[in-house]
């Protein structure tokens, strides 16, 4: 098979759809990599390194979409990159499709074969390839919070973690999955005063076995958000409803009614965001204020730590670039059910139910869209 990874270019994104190490282990398997010239720049990577690992470097990407039978990306295709699909052509990277209707909308033209990241699961449950990316947005998320609360950047002058004789911030994370277990990680390492609003019982006993003392967990309810967002100095939104638009647990009333100079990181964009007053931005111009509320709603927060955020996804997207690569679409994702629950798109069908549900596209099972 010809894989292309072509460089990305959603603004500030320098992460990689496949290391040289990876590059290497798919030439291994008899395979042919396409790779963008300077694509591996933002991780260190240069084209000789590449080339050596055994990769066809090539200048321009309509050459990587014309030549490739599967592209791998970090990030969902620009609108650019989605004219250059074809029917049968497979993409794998994220897409976080149920807030984004004109993405979706070019996939279903395109008639392409669109794996999402995002969705694919995993033996044990959750979400294998999502997870290292949330890992690194939850940790990022206080750094990011920290910076926001100084003053120059129009937060409150607040230190996190406090000096003796003063008291530390409050940082109120709602939900307490992946995201929000590695921010209260970086939070309760600062020394910050960390609640963590959470609905799942056994969540909540997992939380307090991992922090004791150091995080109180909440059941989260309409009244403890209310509660908890009002008294908090920093809220990191971390809710996740795999493949669907975040819920907007946080509304325009509770932002007024915040501190003034609090932040909000709502790590929940990539997927709508969880405050109403939420709306994506960039490393480029990360912050807006909305009621004296300073928001920082990047949308590809990993982005910002390229390097260790491209080899923590490589890590776990290989074998299944591999096996694609090795079997094609249709065995790789007949072989293997959690990588079909990555299928989102295909010849021009919607097939993830949470995409279709909240776009208005009719649903159509994954096995009868490929057997189509």
């Given at each position: 098979?010809?894989?292309?990874?072509?460089?990305?270019?959603?603004?500030?994104?320098?992460?990689?759809?496949?290391?040289?190490?990876?590059?290497?282990?798919?030439?291994?398997?008899?395979?042919?990599?396409?790779?963008?010239?300077?694509?591996?720049?933002?991780?260190?990577?240069?084209?000789?390194?590449?080339?050596?690992?055994?990769?066809?470097?090539?200048?321009?990407?309509s050459?990587?979409?014309?030549?490739?039978?599967?592209?791998?990306?970090?990030?969902?295709?620009?609108?650019?990159?989605?004219?250059?699909?074809?029917?049968?052509?497979?993409?794998?990277?994220?897409?976080?499709?149920?807030?984004?209707?004109?993405?979706?909308?070019?996939l279903?033209?395109?008639?392409?074969?669109?794996?999402?990241?995002?969705?694919?699961?995993?033996?044990?449950?959750?979400?294998p390839?999502?997870?290292?990316?949330?890992?690194?947005?939850?940790?990022?998320?206080?750094?990011?919070?920290?910076?926001?609360?100084?003053?120059?950047?129009?937060?409150?002058?607040?230190?996190?973690?406090?000096?003796?004789?003063?008291?530390?911030?409050?940082?109120?994370?709602?939900?307490?999955?992946?995201?929000?277990?590695?921010?209260?990680?970086?939070?309760?390492?600062?020394?910050?005063?960390?609640?963590?609003?959470?609905?799942?019982?056994?969540?909540?006993?997992?939380?307090?076995?991992?922090?004791?003392?150091?995080?109180?967990?909440?059941?989260?309810?309409?009244?403890?958000?209310?509660?908890?967002?009002?008294?908090?100095?920093?809220?990191?939104?971390?809710?996740?409803?795999?493949?669907?638009?975040?819920?907007?647990?946080?509304?325009?009333?509770?932002i007024?009614g915040?501190?003034?100079?609090?932040?909000?990181?709502?790590?929940?964009?990539?997927?709508?965001?969880?405050?109403?007053?939420?709306?994506?931005?960039?490393?480029?111009?990360?912050?807006?204020?909305?009621?004296?509320?300073?928001?920082?709603?990047?949308?590809n927060?990993?982005?910002?730590?390229?390097?260790?955020?491209?080899?923590?996804?490589?890590?776990?997207t290989?074998?299944?670039?591999?096996?694609?690569?090795?079997?094609?679409?249709?065995?790789?994702?007949?072989?293997?059910?959690?990588?079909?629950?990555?299928?989102?798109?295909?010849?021009?069908?919607?097939?993830?139910?949470?995409?279709?549900?909240?776009?208005?596209?009719?649903?159509?099972?994954?096995?009868?869209?490929?057997?189509?």
């Amino acid at each position: 098979m010809l894989i292309g990874v072509p460089k990305e270019i959603k603004n500030q994104e320098f992460r990689v759809g496949l290391t040289p190490t990876s590059v290497r282990e798919v030439c291994h398997h008899g395979h042919k990599v396409l790779v963008q010239a300077t694509a591996g720049e933002g991780i260190g990577a240069s084209d000789a390194v590449y080339a050596a690992a055994g990769a066809e470097i090539v200048v321009d990407a309509s050459e990587i979409f014309a030549r490739s039978d599967m592209i791998v990306k970090v990030k969902e295709p620009q609108a650019v990159e989605r004219k250059m699909l074809r029917p049968g052509q497979v993409l794998f990277t994220y897409l976080h499709l149920a807030p984004d209707p004109e993405q979706t909308r070019d996939l279903v033209a395109s008639g392409a074969i669109c794996i999402a990241y995002e969705t694919v699961t995993g033996p044990r449950g959750g979400l294998p390839l999502l997870a290292p990316m949330s890992q690194v947005a939850g940790r990022m998320s206080i750094q990011a919070g920290a910076h926001c609360l100084e003053k120059r950047q129009g937060g409150m002058g607040l230190l996190l973690g406090g000096v003796p004789g003063v008291a530390p911030a409050r940082v109120v994370i709602i939900g307490g999955g992946m995201v929000g277990q590695h921010a209260a990680v970086m939070a309760t390492g600062a020394g910050a005063d960390v609640v963590i609003l959470e609905k799942s019982a056994e969540t909540m006993q997992a939380l307090d076995a991992r922090f004791g003392a150091r995080v109180k967990t909440l059941f989260s309810s309409r009244g403890s958000v209310e509660d908890e967002v009002a008294a908090a100095d920093l809220v990191v939104g971390a809710v996740l409803i795999p493949g669907a638009a975040a819920p907007k647990l946080i509304n325009r009333e509770m932002i007024s009614g915040m501190k003034t100079g609090s932040v909000l990181v709502d790590v929940a964009i990539d997927q709508g965001g969880c405050a109403e007053t939420s709306h994506a931005t960039t490393h480029a111009d990360p912050t807006y204020i909305v009621d004296g509320v300073v928001h920082y709603c990047v949308a590809n927060m990993p982005g910002g730590v390229a390097r260790t955020s491209t080899f923590a996804l490589n890590n776990v997207t290989l074998p299944f670039v591999v096996a694609l690569a090795d079997k094609g679409h249709r065995q790789a994702l007949a072989d293997d059910p959690h990588l079909l629950a990555g299928l989102n798109v295909a010849g021009g069908k919607v097939t993830y139910e949470a995409v279709a549900t909240a776009l208005g596209y009719d649903y159509v099972e994954p096995d009868r869209a490929l057997a189509a």
